[in-house]
C-alpha cells in the first residue's frame, strides 16, 4: 500500500491560480510514476496530468494544457499541480494517484494501483 494524501483544494473564482499537492509515505518514491486525475459530477474519472519517476516526461490532457503544470520534488515524497486561470469546467474532485513503475508515462487508470481519497476543487464563474 501507497497511501497517498492531497490537499489545497478549495473555492476559487474563474482565472484564479491554486495549487494541489499529493504528500506519499517515505522510501523510494522516484520508482513511482505520479498522476492527477479528476472527476467531475455526473462524469467519468479523466486524467489531468501525469509525469514520470525522474519527472523527466510529462503528459497534460489538451483541455489543461498550458494551464496546469505536474511536478514532483522526490526529497519530500511530494507531487504538486500549479493549476492557473482556472475555468468553471475545471470543478471536479481531484485525485492523486501513483503507478509502481516510475520510468514509464502512465495514461489510463487501471495502470495506478495507488490512490488518494480525493481534493474538491471549486471553480465559480
Known amino acids: 500500500q501507497v497511501p497517498l494524501v492531497e490537499s489545497g483544494g478549495r473555492l476559487v473564482q474563474a482565472g484564479d491560480s491554486l495549487r494541489l499537492s499529493c504528500a506519499a509515505p517515505?522510501?523510494?518514491?522516484?520508482?513511482?510514476?505520479m498522476a492527477w486525475f479528476r472527476q467531475a459530477p455526473g462524469k467519468e474519472r479523466e486524467l489531468a496530468a501525469a509525469?514520470?519517476?525522474?519527472?523527466?516526461?510529462?503528459y497534460y490532457r489538451d483541455s489543461v494544457k498550458g494551464r496546469f503544470t505536474i511536478s514532483r520534488d522526490n526529497a519530500k515524497n511530494t507531487v504538486y499541480l500549479q493549476m492557473n486561470s482556472l475555468k468553471p469546467e475545471d470543478t471536479a474532485v481531484y485525485y492523486c494517484?501513483?503507478?509502481?513503475?516510475?520510468?514509464?508515462?502512465?495514461?489510463?487508470?487501471?495502470?495506478?494501483?495507488?490512490w488518494g481519497q480525493g481534493t474538491q476543487v471549486t471553480v465559480s464563474s
Open positions: 494517484a501513483a503507478a509502481p513503475y516510475g520510468s514509464t508515462l502512465y495514461v489510463t487508470s487501471h495502470d495506478y494501483h495507488y
Open positions: 509525469l514520470t519517476g525522474t519527472g523527466t516526461s510529462t
Open positions: 517515505g522510501g523510494t518514491f522516484t520508482r513511482y510514476s
